[in-house]
């Protein structure tokens, strides 16, 4: 696919990086500096909306900059300027209901590196496409770096392949634990209660149990979640067939409050997550927020994450089947 829109036209931004012969991320502006509107840009993405689908595939990130797009409000229409279906946040991240579908990122310490992840990997339905919009930029660092995810299986097949088949055939098991009500002091601190959004004990396993986790619940009065098998790589339909290493095992592996091991109980060598995590990080791509920025990430191709930051920053997030 050529890229060819007069609605916009293709910029560039420090970091962006050719991977198999795609700019990632894409960005695109408007094409004259009259077009820049919101009315604009939102009668360019309907008009488009067809080729603009196929684009994100195509690149798997596309960041619109230069655009005036200003809030929450603004952000929205450009959500539901696509016609995307909307699926609810399950995961342990906090976050704050902000305007209709949008919702403000990972309200976890600033300080914090939030590792790379696909959105609600764990979940039997992920969403298809994250989108993200920077109202406030960070004065230093904060960066949502993203990863090709098939690049990850590519090397990790190169250098481990049969602790990779191993952990392909056995399928995996994670397990994480959280509090009746949200901690915002940690990245990993919502609430049970939030996550399933009920208070009542017996509704909460009804819909883990939807979602494909059994509950296991503690004396304080959190709970453990128990999610498994789930597979270590998928392959999703026009993606070129190729394997995206769809899994978290290096987010959650030994950590204090999660676990992974393969789904027999057979732990996965130190070594082998170590070095997964280094190749996630050298696979890395990141660019600098600017204010007014929409990142639009295929959830099924990219893993991503978030930079340690001063504040303020503040960055929100819709996401969509």
């Given amino acids: 696919m050529e890229f060819s829109c007069k609605d916009f036209k293709v910029g560039k931004c420090q970091g962006q990086k050719l991977v198999d012969g795609e700019s990632m991320p894409l960005v695109l ?3 004259e500096a009259d077009k ?35 809030n929450a409000q603004d952000f929205n229409d450009i959500v539901d300027a696509f016609g995307w279906d909307d699926i609810r946040y399950v995961g342990p991240a906090p976050r704050t209901h902000v305007h209709k579908r949008v919702w ?18 764990l979940i039997k339905e992920s969403p298809k496409t994250l989108l993200l919009f ?12 993203f990863v090709p995810s098939f690049r990850v299986t590519q090397r990790m097949l190169e250098e481990f392949p049969e602790a990779v088949e191993e952990m392909e055939a056995k399928g995996l098991q994670y397990s994480f634990t959280a509090l009746s009500k949200n901690d915002t002091s940690s990245m990993r601190g919502r609430g ?15 819909r883990a149990e939807a ?12 709970v453990k979640a128990v999610l498994g098998p789930r597979s270590l790589t998928r392959v999703f339909d026009g993606r070129k067939g190729r394997r995206m290493w769809f899994n978290t095992v290096v987010g959650m592996h030994g950590k204090e409050i999660s676990s992974a091991s393969m789904a027999d109980g057979t732990e996965i060598p130190e070594n082998v997550v170590k070095r997964c995590g280094e190749i996630i990080e050298e696979e890395s791509i990141q660019f600098k927020w600017e204010k007014g920025d929409v990142a ?24 969509c089947k």
């Fill in 29 to 31: 502006q408007p094409p």
């Fill in 104 to 121: 403000t990122a990972n309200e976890g310490p600033l300080s914090e590196f939030i590792y790379y992840h696909h959105e609600m990997v």
């Fill in 134 to 145: 920077c109202e406030v930029p960070p004065p230093e660092g904060g960066e949502t770096p």
């Fill in 296 to 319: 639009i990430f295929d959830n099924m191709a990219l893993l991503h994450g978030r930079r340690p930051s001063k504040p303020p920053r503040r960055v929100l997030v819709a996401t």
């Fill in 36 to 70: 820049a509107d919101m009315e604009s840009l939102l009668l360019a993405l309907k008009t488009n909306k067809d080729w603009f689908e196929q684009l994100i595939i195509k690149n798997s990130a596309v960041l619109l900059r230069g655009f005036d797009v200003k």
């Fill in 211 to 222: 979602l494909g986790m059994d509950l296991e619940w503690l004396p304080n009065g959190g």
């Fill in 192 to 206: 049970w209660e939030d996550t399933f959004g009920t208070s009542d004990r017996e509704e909460a396993e009804r």
